[in-house]
């Protein structure tokens, strides 16, 4: 092995797409991984061309491209590799040339919501968009079954707290308003997204959601993509998930 040939073993399982740095480092230190038949260490390196890796037994293969993509998901698709109650996932809109890879879902939505889902092959990428660290704004556009009243506006920030979790949204306002200062359709922003979080706080407070689209995050726009369509994003693109999105009047677009 030469010293230009070398990587980390954990950029190496990264690259490969298996996880981020940081979760191949853990699995290092747990000793799930192998190389050449021994036990992996932590800083270790290791040359793609030559060294076997394998990960609990499985093989690792040597760095995929990396690819990040912007899709719009329907509803009645999962966010998820493998899910025995639900077959159909948002990976199954990949072309076949894409399907090979193997993908992230970095930021997900529930089976019943829609709209902007990132994908990437890129596992640092996708951990960094999902830490709790990382101010990743994502905007949504909520329709209730029954009308919200402005003056409880103040609640969803406020938020509830439900089995010691605090659900709460950073922004929340009224789209086109009746005269009576109420709407069925909300706009509602979010950095950090337990799982069916907006639709558990709107339950809590007896409103039930009839519609859950996100229509950005950060600074990337879902406009311009059909549904179960994708767009693959230029380096710059991908900067924008970062932006932190100017303050905007409540229009959620391709509603």
């Known amino acids: 092995m030469t010293e230009d040939s070398s ?66 998901k329907p509803r009645g698709l999962v966010c998820s590799n493998e899910d025995p109650h639900n077959p159909a996932t948002i990976f199954d809109l990949l072309p076949r040339e894409l399907a090979r890879h193997r993908f992230f879902c970095a930021g997900r939505l529930d089976k ?41 506006l103040g609640q969803l920030l406020k938020g509830v707290s439900i089995e010691g979790e605090r659900l709460k949204v950073e922004h929340a306002a009224l789209v086109n308003p009746t005269p009576a200062k109420a709407s069925t359709n909300l706009d509602v922003h979010m950095h950090h997204g337990k799982k069916r979080e907006i639709r ?42 970062f932006k932190v999105p100017r303050p905007h009047r409540a229009a959620p677009e391709n509603r």
Request: with cysteine; hydrophobic share 45%.
């Open 7 to 72: 990587i980390r073993l954990q950029k190496f399982l990264a690259d490969a797409g298996l996880c981020s740095r940081r979760a191949a480092e853990a699995l290092i230190t747990e000793g799930e991984v192998w190389v050449n038949g021994r036990r992996a260490e932590l800083g270790q390196k290791i040359d793609p061309a030559a060294d076997k890796v394998t990960v609990r037994g499985n093989p690792v293969h040597a760095a995929q491209p990396r690819i990040t993509l912007a899709v719009h």
């Open 112 to 152: 019943d919501s829609e709209g902007l889902v990132i994908l990437t092959t890129d596992g640092d990428l996708a951990h960094k968009l999902m830490h709790p660290s990382s101010i990743v704004v994502k905007r949504y556009h909520v329709v209730l079954k029954q009308p919200y009243p402005a003056a409880r």
């Open 200 to 241: 558990q706080l709107f339950m809590a407070l007896r409103h039930d959601v009839k519609r859950l689209r996100r229509y950005q995050i950060g600074a990337m726009r879902l406009k311009g993509i059909p549904l179960r369509a994708m767009k693959q994003l230029s380096t710059k693109e991908i900067s924008l998930l």
